[in-house]
Each structure stands twice: as C-alpha cells, then as structure tokens.
C-alpha cells in the first residue's frame, strides 16, 4: 500500500501566496508522476499540475504563470508554490501519485485533500 500525506493549506488572501507538499511513503518501486487535482464545491475533480519522472510538466490553463509544480526524488515529495492566488482557486486540493508498487503492480493513489480558501 501506498500513502499520500498532504500539507500546506490554509485560509489566504486573493494575492497572496500558499506552498502545498505532499509526500508518498509505503511499497514504492517507482514514482511514476505526481500532481495535484482540485475539487471546488458542486464541481468535478480537476487537473492542477502533474510532474512525471521524465520531468514533463502540465498545467491547467487557469493556473499557468501562478503556480510551479516541483518534485524532491529522493524523498518521494511533490510541491506545488502558488502565487497570486484568486477567489477562484479555492478548492480542497488532492496530491494524486501514479506509482508502481512492490505488490500490486502500477496504481495511482490519493491524498486526504488540504483545502485552500482564497478570500477576497
């Protein structure tokens, strides 16, 4: 099994600035690719940014220019800095990791969730 811890959330103004980090610990052969989804109320769960172990990274069109997605291998943890935040990027967000396990072959698996408010 594979665990995604997530931190970093938190209440903030439109502006400002949040630093999101999630790390995956348990029967990991490989990490495939990391990133982040955000689910907003009444809406569907979206792509935020997603990092592979090739070091391709995507972004959703609304979030280019405001948030980086990097990666720390060696301790199996993914981040996401956003910088002027909007009202519109309140969401709980999700690390999402694609992971080829000891056991169970290549699954993705999923954090908790860390919700991100952006006040007006």
């Known amino acids: 099994q594979v665990q995604l811890v997530e931190s970093g959330g938190g209440l903030v103004q439109a502006g400002g600035s949040l630093r999101l980090s999630c790390t995956a610990s348990?029967?990991?052969?490989?990490?495939?690719?990391m990133g982040w989804y955000r689910q907003a109320p009444g809406k569907q769960r979206d792509l935020v940014a997603v990092?592979?172990?090739?070091?391709?990274?995507n972004y959703a069109e609304s979030v280019k220019g405001r948030f980086t997605i990097s990666r720390n291998n060696a301790i199996n943890t993914v981040y996401l800095e956003m910088n002027s935040l909007k009202t519109e990027d309140t969401a709980v967000y999700y690390c999402?990791?694609?992971?080829?396990?000891?056991?169970?072959?290549?699954?993705?698996?999923w954090g908790q969730g860390t919700q991100v408010t952006v006040s007006s």
């Open positions: 999402n990791a694609d992971v080829t396990t000891s056991r169970l072959g290549r699954k993705p698996f």
């Open positions: 348990g029967s990991i052969f490989r990490i495939n690719a």
């Open positions: 990092t592979t172990s090739a070091d391709i990274t």
